[in-house]
Structures are given as C-alpha cells and as structure tokens.
Nanobody, 122 residues
Framework: QVQLVESGGGLVQPGGSLRLSCAAS????????IGWFRQAPGKEREFVAAISWSGHATDYRYSVKGRFTISRTNAKNTAYLQMNNLKPEDTAVYYC???????????????WGQGTQVTVSS
C-alpha cells in the first residue's frame, strides 16, 4: 500500500518552532519531488515548499522564505519541514505529497498524506 504519513504538528506560540515529518511506505521517495501544502479553515489548499529528488533544489512560497526549511533523507524514506518564527497566519493543516516535477500546482502531486494540524496562537 502506497502511503505518506505526516507527524509533528501541534500548538505553538507565535515565534515558536515545529518540525514536521513525512514518512513514506509502500514506495521509495528518492525518485519523487516532495511538496508541502497547507489548508487553513475556509481557505483553499496552498503551496508551501518543494524539494527535488536529489535534495539540491528547493522552492518556497514568499511568505515562508527565511523561516521554513524543507529537507529529505532518502535513505530513511522521509521528508521534513522545519518551521521557525511561526506566525498566526501559518495556522493550517499541513500535508506532504509526492509528485513528478518541481511545480507548485496541486495536480502535479499524486500521493498525499492525511495532514497534521499546526496551530500558532498566544
């Protein structure tokens, strides 16, 4: 069974940090682009970050540049999203996904995790 499972979400105060993990099973991530997306209540799902199969190329939406870092450890079949200096507007369900190319469109990603809640509030 092909699966992605996110973990690491939770409640954090503004300025705090969280690290999200995305573990793959049933397939290997090394030949796939990994993307992170998020969806806030009442909002459309939006692109957050992506990383190439090799890990040498990354892409971030402007609002998270300098605060979030996407990475992957192919030998562990796992990807990560380190989130620093979190803001209330970062509150959302965060999803990891595997796709075929380094693009921001949701339709390019074929396998999705179940999501993990990130809440930034004082």
């Amino acid at each position: 069974q092909v699966q992605l499972v996110e973990s690491g979400g939770g409640l954090v105060q503004p300025g705090g940090s969280l690290r999200l993990s995305c573990a793959a099973s049933g397939f290997t991530l090394d030949a796939y682009v990994i993307g992170w997306f998020r969806q806030a209540p009442g909002k459309e799902r939006e692109f957050v970050a992506a990383i190439s199969w090799s890990g040498h190329a990354t892409d971030y939406r402007y609002s998270v540049k300098g605060r979030f870092t996407i990475s992957r450890t192919n030998a562990k079949n796992t990807a990560y999203l380190q989130m620093n200096n979190l803001k209330p507007e970062d509150t959302a369900v965060y999803y990891c996904a595997a796709g075929s190319s380094m693009v921001r469109m949701i339709g390019a990603y074929n396998v999705w995790g179940q999501g993990t809640q990130v809440t930034v509030s004082s």
